[in-house]
């Protein structure tokens, strides 16, 4: 089992910045990849960023030239660096990463952070 622990959100500012950070640690033989999510109340979980060793990094358009997604993987950990915030930005910042148990592609298994808030205010 894996688990993953967000850090970093926060109240600030339209224009300020935040850093998230989402730590993994359990039974992990390699990564698939890690991102995050937001969701905010009434609406789906969307994508806002991911890392991923199949496609690299993607990123909402929306988010795209002010946030930045960097992995660790010598440390299973994932950071977001979100700048020129605004405050449709707001919401719950869920953390999602996908890891093998062993070397079976079977053994993949996908995970989610109990979530941070971000809030922006105008």
């Known amino acids: 089992q894996v688990r993953l622990v967000e850090s970093g959100g926060g109240l600030v500012q339209a224009g300020g910045s935040l850093r998230l950070s989402c730590a993994a640690s359990?039974?992990?033989?390699?990564?698939?990849?890690m991102g995050w999510y937001r969701q905010v109340p009434g609406k789906q979980r969307e994508l806002v960023a991911e890392?991923?060793?199949?496609?690299?990094?993607t990123y909402a358009d929306s988010v795209k030239g002010r946030f930045t997604i960097s992995r660790e993987n010598d440390r299973n950990t994932v950071h977001l660096e979100m700048n020129s915030l605004k405050p449709d930005d707001s919401g719950v910042y869920y953390c999602?990463?996908?890891?093998?148990?062993?070397?079976?592609?079977?053994?993949?298994?996908?995970?989610w952070g109990q979530g941070t808030q971000v809030t922006v205010t105008s």
């Open positions: 359990g039974s992990i033989f390699s990564v698939n990849g």
């Open positions: 999602h990463a996908g890891y093998y148990s062993d070397h079976r592609p079977s053994a993949l298994r996908e995970y």
């Open positions: 890392d991923t060793d199949a496609s690299g990094t």
